[in-house]
Nanobody, 123 residues
Framework: VQLQASGGGLVQAGGSLRLSCAASGRTFSGYGMGWFRQAPGKEREFVAAISRSGGITYYADSLKGRFTISRDNAKNTGYLQMNSLKTEDTAVYYC?????????????????WGQGTLVTVSS
């Protein structure tokens, strides 16, 4: 499956952005999906994950309540709604897909990765 992340940009602290992850090539509903991010000079870290059907979601503890992951299998698209953004949320955000029914926070659980979209939060 090919993944294309979009929706990044420059936003002021306190603002919101919605990232999209468009999938093609294979049946999107056959894959769990996750979002990760990588800030300059830091390792890639887990943000959120969602099961194939969308019925199970999982978040990094530090992001609960501000970020929401969702998916629309009819549109072959996943989403990450980000609210109350902080400067420390600045990073390249990656979407990923894994063939397991439920995917989690580990990079090795994911088989396919998008190219990343840059989110910059200014103070």
């Amino acid at each position: 499956v090919q993944l294309q992340a979009s929706g990044g940009g420059l936003v002021q602290a306190g603002g919101s952005l919605r990232l999209s992850c468009a999938a093609s090539g294979r049946t999107f509903s056959g894959y769990g999906m996750g979002w990760f991010r990588q800030a300059p000079g830091k390792e890639r870290e887990f943000v959120a994950a969602i099961s194939r059907s969308g019925g199970i979601t999982y978040y990094a503890d530090s992001l609960k309540g501000r970020f929401t992951i969702s998916r629309d299998n009819a549109k072959n698209t996943g989403y990450l709604q980000m609210n109350s953004l902080k400067t420390e949320d600045t990073a390249v955000y990656y979407c990923a897909a894994g063939s397991q029914k439920v995917v989690g926070s580990m990079i090795y659980e994911y088989d396919y990765w998008g190219q990343g979209t840059l989110v910059t939060v200014s103070s």
